[in-house]
């Protein structure tokens, strides 16, 4: 079982990411995933989260309308596209599978 993020990097403020994370090991289309994201020096946050299906979405206040959860089963990826980027969107991004399986993180930076 393994998750695999991707699409971190160095973006300014108010500009736009793209992350993926690639599963493999398991049958992805039975799991719900969900994006986590730890700043420095802050606890773990869940993001956004993603039914198994697609169909239900939920987001964190603080991303509500900028970050959009999505899934293709086919290609056993879940993506996280993030809008309007804000400094205090600086963390470590994970995906997550119920069962406690984690990737290994992608950091995103958000400065000028």
């Known amino acids: 079982v393994q998750l695999v993020e991707s699409g971190g990097g160095l973006v300014q403020p108010g500009g736009s990411l793209r992350l993926s994370c690639a599963a493999s090991g398991f049958t992805f289309s039975n799991y719900g995933m969900s994006w986590y994201r730890q700043a420095p020096g802050k606890e773990r946050e869940l993001v956004a989260g993603?039914?198994?299906?697609?169909?239900?979405?939920n987001y964190a206040a603080s991303v509500k309308g900028r970050f959009t959860i999505s899934r293709d089963n086919a290609k056993n990826t879940v993506y996280l596209q993030m809008y309007s980027l804000k400094l205090e969107d600086t963390a470590v991004y994970y995906c997550?599978?119920?069962?406690?399986?984690w990737g290994k993180g992608t950091l995103v930076t958000v400065s000028s």
């Open positions: 993603i039914s198994s299906t697609g169909g239900n979405t």
């Open positions: 997550k599978r119920p069962g406690n399986i």
